[in-house]
């Protein structure tokens, strides 16, 4: 078991930077992949980035280049670094971990959710 929560969300102008942070407790030694997900209203959750327990990383195509994922296991948190953002990336922000590795899992552990918004 693994319990996720985030923090660094607000609200910034296009342009703007934030850097959100996951604080993972419990069971972390076993963690295989950790990610960041995003819903913004209407919408359907999308996700955003992804790092293995070996540092291999993931992205989105609308964030590439710009949200780099990072982890710190020894300190077991798990940040995004939200760069040029845009009114386009407007969301609740969570992130997620599990076990399994990252490609064959849906993510059994999830954050309560920051969100994140981008004015014009």
């Known amino acids: 078991q693994v319990l996720l929560v985030e923090s660094g969300g607000g609200s910034v102008q296009a342009g703007g930077s934030l850097r959100l942070s996951c604080a993972l407790f419990g069971d972390t030694y076993s963690i295989s992949c950790m990610g960041w997900f995003r819903q913004a209203p209407g919408k359907e959750r999308e996700g955003v980035a992804t790092i293995d327990s070996n540092g291999r990383t993931s992205y989105a195509e609308s964030v590439k280049g710009r949200f780099p994922i990072s982890k710190d296991n020894p300190k077991n948190t798990l940040t995004l670094q939200m760069n040029s953002l845009k009114p386009e990336d407007t969301a609740m922000y969570y992130c997620?971990?599990?076990?399994?590795?990252?490609?064959?899992?849906?993510?059994?552990?999830w954050g309560q959710g920051t969100q994140v918004t981008v004015s014009s």
């Open positions: 997620a971990a599990d076990y399994m590795a990252c490609g064959k899992t849906n993510f059994g552990y």
